[in-house]
C-alpha cells in the first residue's frame, strides 16, 4: 500500500511536459553577465575601452543594464512556479495518544495524501509554463526596447557632436571672411557693414556652439543610464556611425514582425495561459482524493497477560471532499473564459498596432534614405562649388557679402540635414528591429 501511495504521488506531482527543463537551459544561455557575477553597477574592472564604438556599447548595455537583470529575475522567478505548482500539498501525519482516564486502547499513527483530480496538477503546471514563457519573452522584449534606446541615443549624440564640428568649422569661415571685409573696408572696395555682418555672423554661431555642446551632457547622461554607468562617466562622441542598411523587403518586415515580435508572443502565451486556466477552473467541479495508511498498536491496549499473540493492524483509506459550491465553480469558470477572451482581444489588438508602427517606421527610414541620397549625392556637392565660388568673389569683390552669407548658411543647413538624416535612417533601422525581434542577433557587427 506504502508503494502504490508513493506511486500516486510520483504520477500526480510529476513536471514532464512542463517545459521546465528548457527553460533552465534557456535561462543559462541568456544570462546577463551582472546576473553572472552578481555586479550592479559594473565595477571598474568592466570598464569600457576608450575607443568604445556603437556595438561595444550594446554589448556592454546587454550585460550591465540592471532593467534588463531585472526582466531576467522575473522570467527565473516564474520558470520556479513551475515546479511548486504541479507539486502535491504536503502530507498529514496524524498521532492518535494513549488517554489512561478511559483505559488502554490503541495507539494510532495515520499518513494521508490529498492527490487532487488526475491532470489538475499537469494542468496548473502548464500555466506557469506559460507564464514563465511569457516572462522570457518579456525579457527579449527589454532587450529590443534597450538595443534601441542604446542606437537612438547614440545617434543622437552622433548628431549633436557633428553639428558642433560643422559650426566650428564655419565660424573660423566667417573669420576668414570677417579678415576678407576688413581688408575691403581699408581699401575703400567695401562698406563697414559688410564687417559688422561677418561679426554678428560669428557671434551667431558661437552662440550655436555653445548651445551644441551643452546639449551633449543630457545626452551622453541618457547614454550612460542605459549603460548603468554614473551620469557623468565619460564617453567620447562618435565620429562616424555604422553603415548598415535594412536587408528585408517591407512585406519581409511585415511578416516577420506578426512572427517574431516579443510582445505578441508573450501575449500567446498570455493566451494559452488563460485557456489552461480556464480548464484548472473547470476540475473544481471534481473531488480531491485523499489516499492514506493507518498503524494500530494493539500492544499499548492488551494487558499483560493476552499481550502476547496481540496482533498490530494496518489499514488503507481513500476518501474525498464532495464539490458542492457550484455557484462559485460556475463564477470561477466564467472568470476564467473573460480572462481568455481579454487575452486574445489583447492580443489582437496590439498585432493592429504593430502593424500600423511598422508601416509607419518603414516609411520613416526610406525617407531617411532618400535624403541621405539627396543631400549627399546632389545638394551638398553643389552648395560646396556655390560657397567656394561665393567666397573668392568676394574676396575680389564681385560678390556682395550678402550673398556670401545666404551662400554659407545654405551648406550649412544641408551639411546638417545630411547628419540628421544618417541619424534617423540608422534610428529607424534599430526601431524596425526593436519591433521584428531580436534586434541584437539582427545587428550586423554583433
Known amino acids: 500500500m506504502v508503494a502504490s501511495l508513493g506511486a500516486v504521488a510520483f504520477l500526480a506531482s510529476s513536471c514532464a511536459g512542463s517545459g521546465y527543463g528548457e527553460l533552465r537551459d534557456e535561462l543559462a544561455s541568456a544570462r546577463p553577465k551582472a546576473v553572472a557575477v552578481a555586479q550592479i553597477p559594473a565595477t571598474a574592472a568592466d570598464a569600457l575601452p576608450e575607443s568604445a564604438d556603437l556595438y561595444d556599447l550594446l554589448r556592454y548595455a546587454r550585460d550591465h543594464n540592471p532593467g534588463a537583470v531585472a526582466a531576467y529575475h522575473r522570467w527565473h522567478a516564474s520558470t520556479e512556479r513551475i515546479p511548486q505548482e504541479r507539486a502535491l500539498p504536503d502530507p498529514q501525519l496524524l498521532l492518535d495518544q494513549i488517554d489512561v482516564s478511559v483505559g488502554p486502547r490503541p495507539r494510532e499513527i495515520e499518513v494521508s495524501q490529498m492527490v487532487p483530480w488526475v491532470g489538475t496538477l499537469g494542468l496548473r503546471g502548464q500555466v506557469a509554463a506559460h507564464e514563465a514563457r511569457a516572462a522570457r519573452e518579456e525579457f527579449h522584449a527589454l532587450l529590443d526596447m534597450l538595443y534601441y534606446d542604446v542606437v537612438d541615443t547614440y545617434v ?5 557632436s557633428q553639428s558642433a564640428d560643422i559650426t ?5 569661415l566667417m573669420a576668414d ?11 575703400g572696395s567695401g562698406s563697414f557693414a559688410d564687417v559688422i555682418r561677418a561679426q554678428l555672423e560669428q557671434d551667431r554661431l558661437d552662440n550655436e556652439l555653445i548651445s551644441l555642446q551643452s546639449e551633449t551632457r543630457p545626452i551622453r547622461a541618457r547614454l550612460n543610464a542605459a549603460l548603468s554607468r554614473p551620469a557623468d562617466a565619460s564617453l567620447a562622441a562618435p565620429r562616424e556611425l555604422p553603415a548598415e542598411s535594412l536587408a528585408l523587403s517591407d512585406d519581409e518586415v511585415l511578416a516577420s514582425a506578426a512572427s517574431g515580435n516579443p510582445r505578441l508572443l508573450a501575449l500567446d502565451e498570455m493566451v494559452a495561459r488563460e485557456e489552461r486556466a480556464a480548464s484548472v477552473a473547470a476540475r473544481r467541479y471534481l473531488p480531491d482524493l485523499m489516499f492514506g495508511i493507518t498503524y494500530m498498536d494493539r500492544d499499548q491496549s492488551a494487558s499483560a497477560h493476552d499481550a502476547v499473540g496481540a496482533d498490530d493492524d494496518v489499514m488503507a483509506m481513500v476518501g474525498l471532499n464532495i464539490p458542492i459550491w457550484w455557484g462559485s465553480y460556475n463564477a470561477g469558470r466564467r472568470e476564467a473564459q473573460a480572462r481568455r477572451r481579454a487575452a486574445e482581444a489583447e492580443r489582437h489588438d496590439q498585432e493592429n498596432v504593430l502593424s500600423a508602427e511598422c508601416a509607419r517606421v518603414l516609411f520613416a527610414y526610406h525617407d531617411a534614405e532618400r ?3 539627396l543631400y549627399r549625392d546632389e545638394l551638398i556637392p553643389r552648395a560646396t562649388e556655390a560657397l567656394n565660388a561665393a567666397r573668392a568673389g568676394f574676396a575680389a569683390g564681385d560678390v556682395d557679402f550678402s550673398g556670401f552669407l545666404d551662400t554659407e548658411r545654405l551648406l550649412l543647413d544641408f551639411q546638417l540635414s545630411l547628419d540628421r538624416s544618417r541619424a534617423d535612417r540608422l534610428s529607424r533601422l534599430a526601431q524596425l528591429r526593436m519591433l521584428i525581434g531580436g534586434a541584437f542577433e539582427a545587428s550586423a557587427d554583433w
Open 156 to 160: 543622437e549624440y552622433y548628431y549633436v
Open 168 to 172: 566650428q568649422a564655419l565660424i573660423e
Open 177 to 187: 571672411a570677417e579678415a576678407v571685409a576688413q581688408a575691403r573696408y581699408r581699401d
Open 371 to 373: 535624403r541621405v541620397a
